[in-house]
C-alpha cells in the first residue's frame, strides 16, 4: 500500500491499490461525479503510481483553463500501489 499526500492541507492518507484519487481526496464516489475543472489537480511526486491517462480524461483536460503536465483530474485517476504520491487540489472538489 502507498500513501497520497494532499496539498494544500497538507494531509496523508493510506492509499492501496485500484482507490479513486477522488474518494481519497474526500471528493465522493467517481462514478456519481459531474466532472469538469472541479476535480483538477497537480501530481507533485510518484506520477508512475497512478493509472495511465485514458483519451476521456485527456479529452476533459482540454477543456479547463490552466492545465499543465502534471494535470489529472481526481475522479478519472486510481493509485496503482506501486509509490507514494503527492497532489496539490487546483479547484474544490
Same mark, same amino acid.
Given at each position: 500500500?502507498?500513501?497520497?499526500?494532499?496539498? %494544500? &492541507?497538507?494531509r496523508t492518507v493510506d492509499a492501496p491499490?485500484?482507490? !479513486?484519487?477522488?474518494?481519497?481526496?474526500? $471528493? +465522493?464516489? %467517481? !462514478?456519481?461525479? @459531474? #466532472? $469538469?475543472? !472541479? #476535480?483538477?489537480?497537480?501530481?507533485?511526486?510518484?506520477?508512475? +503510481?497512478?493509472? @495511465?491517462?485514458?483519451?476521456d480524461e485527456n479529452s476533459k483536460l482540454?477543456?479547463? *483553463? +490552466?492545465?499543465?503536465?502534471?494535470?489529472?483530474? &481526481?475522479? /478519472? !485517476?486510481? *493509485?496503482? +500501489?506501486?509509490?507514494?504520491?503527492? *497532489? /496539490?487540489?487546483?479547484?474544490? *472538489?
Amino acid at each position: 500500500m502507498s500513501t497520497l499526500t494532499i496539498l %494544500p &492541507a497538507n494531509r496523508t492518507v493510506d492509499a492501496p491499490e485500484g482507490a !479513486a484519487l477522488l474518494s481519497l481526496i474526500g $471528493g +465522493g464516489d %467517481p !462514478a456519481e461525479h @459531474k #466532472c $469538469g475543472d !472541479a #476535480c483538477h489537480l497537480f501530481v507533485l511526486e510518484g506520477r508512475k +503510481g497512478l493509472s @495511465k491517462m485514458t483519451s476521456d480524461e485527456n479529452s476533459k483536460l482540454d477543456m479547463i *483553463v +490552466g492545465v499543465g503536465s502534471k494535470s489529472r483530474l &481526481a475522479c /478519472e !485517476a486510481t *493509485v496503482l +500501489g506501486t509509490e507514494n504520491v503527492t *497532489v /496539490e487540489i487546483l479547484s474544490h *472538489v
